[in-house]
């Protein structure tokens, strides 16, 4: 086994080599690399526990990182200039090594980040659901964990790693692992969350959901009640589980 990094913006973690997508990682995420076949790395995500295959060329040698990205997504510049070409857009969460200041950029291995964009790593955010915010009309993907693509699980799990909160990358898991399951008929507030079979909500207040979801393809605001009746009536089931975190 060995240690590497996330060295593309984005790279797919497949259920098998050129299987299907289930999550994503982001630039500087280290992976333990458990097997490796003709370019296909299985590998296991340090920051949820999550495994699947990474094409190998997408994974290069573990640096330590002092940043991460703060902003929805960011560019880095080839100088630091913002009239300056543009290499490379990485998502929130994103973690870099900054090798220099300069003025309002930090130098990283990918260019020039404006320094707005990024916190020191030991940095976390406060509210997990302010966080999602971030990500209105995003748009929905499938396994997406990044501000190119986001499903439902994914808005859930960005907004707690952001605020140092441990959670795992499927909403059954999620379900399972998160919060504590409040009684029927309890009243929803802030930072809760709802289950049903396969998706998940943050709760934004007592009458409005915030999530990624496949019938608007995005990140998007619904009224709550609104949003039950339709996954009801689309045959998707009832609200399965109310959590407190």
Not at 54 to 76: R, Y
Not at 82 to 92: E, R, W, Y
Not at 149 to 166: E, F, N, R
């Amino acid at each position: 086994m060995t240690r590497q990094r996330v060295i593309n913006p984005v790279a797919d973690l497949l259920r098998n080599p050129d299987g299907p997508r289930d999550r994503q990682l982001l630039y500087g995420d280290t992976v333990t690399v458990d097997d490796t076949q003709n370019g296909w790395s299985r590998v296991t995500a340090d920051k949820d526990g999550y495994t699947g295959w990474v094409a190998s060329e997408q994974l290069g040698a573990p640096v330590p990182d002092t940043h991460w990205v703060s902003a929805p997504a960011t560019h880095a510049y080839a100088q630091p200039d913002m009239k300056s070409p543009d290499q490379v857009s990485l998502s929130f969460g994103s973690r870099v090594q900054v090798l220099s200041e300069q003025g309002r950029f930090l130098e990283t291995e990918l260019g020039f980040i404006p320094s707005v964009h990024a916190k020191l790593t030991a940095t976390h955010l406060t509210d997990p659901v302010a966080v999602a915010e971030l990500f209105l009309g995003t748009p929905y993907l499938w396994g997406g964990n990044s501000r190119f693509g986001l499903d439902c699980s994914g808005l859930v799990q960005v907004g707690l790693l952001a605020c140092g909160l441990p959670c795992p990358g499927d909403s059954g898991d999620q379900e399972r692992e998160l919060g504590e399951a409040l009684p029927a008929g309890t009243e929803p507030k802030h930072g809760d969350l709802l289950f049903w079979k396969g998706h998940v909500a943050w709760v934004y207040d007592e009458n409005m959901l915030l999530h990624a979801n496949a019938y608007h393809m995005d990140v998007t605001f619904e009224p709550m009640d609104q949003a039950i009746a339709r996954i009801l009536d689309q045959g998707d089931g009832p609200v399965t589980s109310h959590k407190r975190l």
